[in-house]
């Protein structure tokens, strides 16, 4: 079976420069299928959910995030591993997809989108005509 | 065009690519079946990734923890360590279901931080926001009253 989503290399047309918002990082993702759906988890920890953007164009899923990392008043930092910043990753999405039914959501730092596939491709019995 | 800054999350990683290389020729060496099919998903970096914040009253620690229940979560405090520790469930399947990618990482975890000064346990405090821990530990009362001020 053929993969229904891939990464794609370079796609979207905005002009946002990571010196001016921090690096982009690619959230990890589970890619994940079923008959009826492909479904996409994207760890995006300090994203909440009104900072979450996820869209659909030409055949392009965009799920992109702007994580903001809580002040400690009074704090300096003494060691850093990860940043929060913002995430994006694109993926090309089969046409057996069906794009008006995609739904996402966004619960602790986890973007779960669910991309059910099209009604003449999850049929399988064919009626005959009498 | 967008320019996607592609840099791994850890920027550690190249550390982690000699020790698993270093774990691969100890058991080769011992003897040991190096058969990737039984762990194929062995977390080499540290998890989670910790940021450290401090100041004179203690330490802010944040750990990125996505998606793991707070309730999974175990902090505690012993003397001058803090360990964060705990289990991130695997995502609810369904009959047939197959993976393309499996990049996040999933299981138990156990981490300690050694902290430069006694802590005490009863005043650490812990949230969980958006897949962020945050834990502030404050240092003990004794340690507190040992800094001395020294007048001019």
Request: zero cysteines.
């Amino acid at each position: 079976m053929s993969t229904e989503v891939e990464r794609t290399q370079e796609t979207g047309g905005e002009s946002i420069t990571p010196q001016e918002y921090g690096p982009v990082y690619l959230p990890d993702v589970d890619i994940r299928e079923t008959a009826d759906m492909v479904e996409v988890l994207a760890d995006m920890p300090g994203v909440d959910k009104a900072s979450t953007d996820v869209t659909v164009e030409n055949g392009v899923l965009s799920i992109s995030g702007e994580a903001r990392e809580e002040a400690a008043e009074g704090y300096t930092a003494a060691g850093r591993e990860f940043r929060l910043s913002r995430y994006r990753r694109d993926f090309t999405i089969s046409d057996q997809i069906d794009t008006n039914k995609i739904k996402a959501r966004m619960a602790d730092g986890v973007l779960t989108v669910s991309l059910p596939k099209r009604e003449e491709v999850k049929t399988r019995k064919i009626k005959i005509a009498s | 065009m967008w320019e996607v800054t592609r840099i791994k999350r850890n920027p550690w990683s190249i550390f982690d690519e000699l020790e698993a290389l270093q774990a691969d020729l100890n058991r080769a060496m011992s003897g040991e079946s190096g058969a990737g099919s039984e762990a194929p998903r062995v977390r080499r970096r540290p998890y989670p990734l910790l940021n450290v914040l401090s100041s004179e009253q203690g330490v802010v620690v944040d750990a990125e923890l996505p998606g793991v229940p707070a309730k999974e979560i175990d902090v505690s405090v012993e003397g001058n360590e803090l360990t964060l520790s705990g289990q991130r469930p695997e995502p609810e399947t369904v009959e047939g279901m197959t993976y393309h990618r499996r990049e996040r990482s999933m299981g138990s975890f156990s981490r300690t931080l050694q902290l430069p000064f006694r802590a005490d346990p009863n005043g650490v405090k812990a949230s969980y926001r958006n897949g962020v821990l945050r834990v502030t530990v404050p240092r003990s009362a004794e340690e507190q009253r040992k800094r001395i001020t020294i007048e001019a």
